[in-house]
């Protein structure tokens, strides 16, 4: 099993639509979780980091469920712009904070 | 500049000969991590340094690949005998390397090194 798994999609959305994506990971020990954004033959930027008791950031919404080990992102009004792909990030916190990536879930938002 | 720069930004490389990739993480970043991401592929972690504890090689391919880095500065990642499997996105990132502290632990990228072995 890999340690973040996602769907890859693609998630063809309608402007204005909402979408949600899905990350599970692996290992109950997991302390810190993420999720970066990556734009077309572009390096992966921090979009949010996703807090134990959920946190919003304009259109963005994460949420973290520890029981069941997913978290969440959703986009409200989806832009154009919000068009690219979405990586699920865990940090496995044993004597480093080395970050596990998800291969990504792709979104397309067209007009 | 303020980011994480890298390069080569584009290598093309014959099959066999070795190459060397640069990073220069942002100043005061402890942590350095190296990626590898394949065309379509998510990434892929190869090495990851942390001051001056023993480097995290586990996600090295091979013993062709080997990372060096100078105090908490520059770092090179060395691919020895290139195959063409090798062809990738190298990725460098860097962060303060403080677990646990919000907002520490952020890994900025570089905008990667291209490499095409033929």
């Known amino acids: 099993r890999k340690e973040v798994e996602q769907d890859p999609g693609p998630f063809n959305v309608p402007e204005g639509a909402t979408v949600a994506f899905n990350c599970t990971y692996s290992?109950?020990?997991?302390?810190?979780f993420f999720w970066y954004r990556q734009d077309c033959r572009k390096e992966p930027k921090l979009l949010m980091s996703?807090?134990?008791s959920g946190n919003e950031d304009g259109r963005f919404t994460a949420q973290l469920n520890r029981a069941s080990q997913y978290i969440s992102l959703l986009i409200r009004d989806s832009k154009l712009s919000d068009s690219a792909t979405y990586l699920c990030?865990?940090?496995?916190?044993?004597?480093?904070?080395?970050?596990?990536f998800g291969t990504g879930t792709r979104l397309q938002v067209f007009p | 500049g303020a980011g994480v720069s890298q390069s080569p930004s584009n290598k093309v490389t014959e099959k066999g000969k070795d190459v060397e990739l640069r990073c220069d993480p942002i100043?005061?970043?402890?942590?350095l991590y190296w990626y590898r991401q394949r065309l379509g592929q998510g990434l892929e972690f190869l090495i990851y340094f942390q001051g001056n504890s023993a480097p995290d090689k586990s996600g090295l391919p091979s013993d062709r690949f080997s990372a060096e880095r100078t105090g908490e500065s520059v770092s090179t990642l060395t691919i020895q005998r290139t195959q063409q499997e090798d062809s990738a996105v190298y990725l460098c990132?860097?962060?303060?390397?403080?677990?646990?502290?919000?907002?520490?632990?952020?890994?900025?990228f570089g905008p990667g090194t291209r490499l095409l072995v033929l």
């Open positions: 990132a860097s962060s303060f390397g403080n677990p646990g502290l919000a907002g520490r632990e952020t890994q900025y």
């Open positions: 290992n109950s020990a997991s302390q810190s």
């Open positions: 100043s005061g970043h402890t942590a």
């Open positions: 996703v807090y134990s």
């Open positions: 990030v865990v940090s496995v916190l044993y004597n480093t904070d080395k970050l596990i």
